[in-house]
């Protein structure tokens, strides 16, 4: 299943938001995002259920999918997309519980190596890679990989989704040029959703603004 396009994916923290996420959304939605994850998983069950139903219901107008993050069974619960799982996680379990229509997602991170995509190849749809650049939500957080990183991985044959400081459409730029499938944000789409029409526009097959002199 290849990531939904355009490929940018908004990861939810509604602690950064300063309006419900539904509501936030809608205007995500509405700036052209296309794939919203849930993730706020301080919340409880009951809780994220209700809200990625909720979500569900604002994507739909849109054609826009909705995955959540950590747990298959739940997501199969409410009904959404997909599941991203954390690292360590079972993919073939949970493939088998959402079926092959699921969008199933894995955490990497460099320090797996190219064991992990010996393990999971044709499990998963996709693989976060992080962090990619110094990231403002996770100060110190690191060692950064960089678009050379996003490159090695790409090159193992599983498609990367590029996390970790994306906070500009030159980001998006040089990390799909890297090979990366796709790439995702946080931070600014909670603060600020009309800031990712440049960045959406770059992975929609637009070009980034040139670099100053």
Known sequence: MPVPGPPLLAITDRHLSSQPLPELADRLF????RWLSLRDKDLADAERLALARALLRRARPWGARITLHGDAALAAAAGVDGVHLPAGSDPAAARALLGPAALIGLSGHDSDGADLVERVRGQVDY???SPIFPSVSKP??????GTLGVRRWAERGVPVVALGGIDGAQAVADCLAAGAA???VMG???RDPQALGPLLAVAAGGTAPSRPD
């Open 30 to 33: 509405a700036s052209g995002l």
């Open 188 to 190: 600014l789409a909670m």
């Open 140 to 145: 110190g957080y690191g060692p950064c990989l």
């Open 127 to 129: 693989l976060t890679l």
């Open 182 to 184: 796709g790439v995702a």
